[in-house]
T-cell receptor
């Protein structure tokens, strides 16, 4: 089954404690991306990756890091989480070209206290 | 600065009627537009898309219209069903699917 898998689904952590949210896709997609969803703000872009070792900042990259060492994985790293990073995070993957869609993971609900 | 705008946070429609969701964009370089549907506690799921070379794309009950001169697109759902109740996000890309820019979403409620 084609899917994007994020882990964990839910996470409560404390300010400053480094964490990683994993994202894996089994569709051999070149493009992967991270978004955060906040009330009244919709989905905002954090980071993108066009392929292995190629990443680009989105609209809200501050406080986040990513890496793309393998095509299938695109982890999101919060080196020192803060309460304003409490949000719902989504990973997505897609292939280049038109008439393609981005597939989204189920989301990770992160709370930073 | 929001490049994709959905100015109606919510919309309520009676079952069987047409739902029209609107989206405006500011970046003339966008060449690909998509609509996503999202239920609570789930990731967004793809609904329908349109490339900038077309002005209409239809898939069953869903039709997307693109007016490039007005930088406007709309999603029509006919007939609307209660199961269509969800948040709908409009998205746009300037590189054929890379780096999607999303609107803030419109919450659609279809009442029986």
């Amino acid at each position: 089954e084609a899917q994007v898998t994020q882990n964990p689904r839910y996470l409560i952590t404390v300010t400053g404690k480094k964490l990683t949210v994993t994202c894996s896709q089994n569709m051999n997609h070149e493009y992967m991306s991270w978004y955060r969803q906040d009330p009244g703000l919709g989905l905002r872009q954090i980071y993108y990756s066009m392929n292995v070792e190629v990443t680009d900042k989105g609209d809200v990259p501050e406080g986040y890091k990513v890496s793309r060492k393998e095509k299938r994985n695109f982890p999101l790293i919060l080196e020192s989480p803060s309460p304003n990073q409490t949000s719902l995070y989504f990973c997505a993957s897609s292939s280049p070209g038109q008439d393609t869609e981005a597939f989204f993971g189920q989301g990770t609900r992160l709370t930073v206290v | 600065d929001q490049q994709v705008k959905q100015n109606s946070p919510s919309l309520s429609v009676q079952e069987g009627r047409i739902s029209i969701l609107n989206c405006d964009y500011t970046n003339s370089m966008f060449d690909y537009f998509l609509w996503y549907k999202k239920y609570p506690a789930e990731g967004p799921t793809f609904l329908i898309s349109i490339s900038s070379i077309k002005d209409k794309n239809e898939d069953g009950r869903f039709t997307v219209f693109l007016n490039k001169s007005a930088k406007h697109l709309s999603l029509h759902i006919v007939p609307s069903q209660p199961g269509d109740s969800a948040v709908y996000f409009c998205a746009a890309s300037r590189n054929s699917g890379y780096a999607l820019n999303f609107g803030k979403g419109t919450s659609l409620l279809v009442t029986p």
